[in-house]
């Protein structure tokens, strides 16, 4: 559950993100209900619903999380699990307080462990409220759901042509289509990139601005400069004019990837095939480095050449090598099994060559992971391969983040 941030952090700020509300209270009776609405007027505006800490993850499944979240656990036969099942739904950066009538120091240990912030004994008083207000709000040490960051993927060509693009675009479609989370897709690449093109969307300026002024870079900025596809999936991307050379640190992105991993699930990035200080910096810090190759020598050259790169102080990431366009050059092709081999290492994900999927896609203005097939059923595995979790059947009424 716990994510740790390699990058520097600067001064954090208590107010919630844009879009986000301040606090968010379930409750099942009316004393704890009145004492949490007076709390709310007087430390944190929030609002008070009735319901319990179901009624809380089926709620957030639809909805953008708080700062601060109070669950009631009373009556829930396993408290701790349902907390598990809560910090799932929860996007990054939530101070959970729970509220129970058990007053057990075993249970008191489990909550904490668990990722709750503060837990408070029925009845509600002002001032335990108030308290365990300012501790999830300025506690010193952030409890393990507010410190969850979202995970951070790297997604990098091993030679120019062989889809990267393409299949982190539509991996970010899937993860946020389909697995109900909010992405980040970030296209590094400045002056060529493609990600906005591929989603029907127009380019920004804010991105070289984030790199080159990122104490700038806050919830706020994020919220005008990003461009939204859906409901769940924020773009920035950008298109320089190739005139102009840019000369940005390595600890540029830093502030940025902070800031989108404090925001959302998933952190796309689609690094540009000529390395820079910026790309190369984004491969040292990610959670995940998704390698995509070709059937050919030269790819199979360079992704070893990729994989071989140490991570943020010498630490290993999890490489996920990835064969696009399977059968595109026929008999030609380096086997499969013999790119495993030099590579020395499982291939995480065999995509095949659709070029009537693409076209089609195309030509009706879809994302190709749309329509189901191979490539969606290759794509679902790449995100179970990455998330760890498998894609479940979304009602097409239910609304998520």
């Given at each position: 559950m716990e994510l740790v941030n390699p990058t520097a952090a600067p001064e954090k700020t208590n107010k919630a993100p844009a879009g986000r509300p301040a606090a968010l209270a379930f409750v099942t009776d009316a004393e704890s209900e009145a004492v949490l609405q007076g709390?709310?007027?007087?430390?944190?505006?929030?609002?008070?619903?009735?319901?319990?800490?179901?009624?809380?993850?089926?709620?957030?499944?639809?909805?953008?999380?708080?700062?601060?979240?109070?669950?009631?656990?009373?009556d829930v036969a396993l408290p701790v699990s349902e907390v598990h099942h809560l910090a799932d739904v929860c996007e990054p950066g939530v101070s959970v307080i729970a509220i129970g009538a058990r007053n057990e120091v075993g249970l008191y240990r489990d909550l904490l462990q668990a990722g709750v912030a503060e837990y408070i004994v029925k009845p509600l008083t002002p001032d335990l409220v108030a308290k365990a207000l300012n501790t999830a709000l300025h506690g010193a040490d952030a409890a393990p759901i507010s410190r969850k960051l979202g995970k951070l993927i790297a997604f990098a060509g091993a030679r120019g042509g062989v889809g990267t693009s393409t299949i982190a675009v539509n991996l970010s479609?899937?993860?946020?289509?389909?697995?109900?989370?909010?992405?980040?897709?970030?296209?590094?690449?400045?002056?060529?990139?493609?990600c906005n093109l591929m989603l029907n969307l127009p380019p920004s300026s804010g991105l070289r601005d984030a790199l080159e002024n990122p104490l700038r870079v806050d919830s706020l900025f994020l919220e005008r400069t990003m461009t939204l596809h859906g409901e769940r999936l924020f773009v920035l991307g950008s298109q320089e004019p190739l005139e102009q050379e840019l000369h940005l640190?390595?600890?540029?992105?830093?502030?940025l990837i902070e800031v989108l991993r404090e925001q959302f699930h998933y952190v796309v990035v689609d690094l540009p095939r000529l390395p820079s200080a910026v790309s190369r910096r984004v491969f040292e810090i990610a959670d995940t480095r998704a390698i995509v190759v070709d059937q050919t020598?030269?790819?199979?050259?360079?992704?070893?050449?990729?994989?071989r790169?140490?991570?943020?102080?010498?630490?290993?990431?999890?490489?996920?090598?990835?064969v696009n366009r399977k059968g595109e050059a026929g008999r030609r092709a380096v086997?499969?099994?013999?790119?495993?081999?030099?590579?020395?290492?499982?291939?995480?994900?065999?995509?095949?060559?659709?070029?009537?999927?693409?076209?089609?896609?195309?030509?009706?203005?879809?994302?190709?992971?749309?329509?189901?097939?191979?490539?969606?059923?290759?794509?679902?595995?790449l995100a179970t391969e990455i998330s760890g979790q498998r894609t479940q059947r979304i009602s097409r009424w239910r609304l998520f983040r």
């Open positions: 709390a709310f007027l007087e430390e944190e505006p929030g609002i008070v619903l009735r319901g319990n800490i179901t009624k809380a993850i089926q709620h957030l499944s639809g909805a953008r999380s708080p700062r601060i979240l109070v669950v009631d656990i009373s479609w899937y993860f946020a289509n389909r697995h109900g989370r909010r992405v980040a897709l970030l296209d590094l690449d400045l002056h060529n990139g493609v640190p390595a600890t540029a992105v830093d502030r020598l030269q790819a199979v050259r360079d992704a070893a050449r990729l994989s790169l140490d991570g943020l102080d010498g630490g290993e990431q999890r490489d996920v090598i990835i086997r499969v099994d013999e790119m495993a081999g030099a590579l020395e290492r499982r291939l995480g994900c065999i995509v095949p060559f659709q070029p009537a999927l693409f076209a089609t896609a195309g030509a009706q203005g879809l994302v190709p992971v749309e329509q189901n097939g191979r490539f969606a059923d290759a794509i679902g595995a």
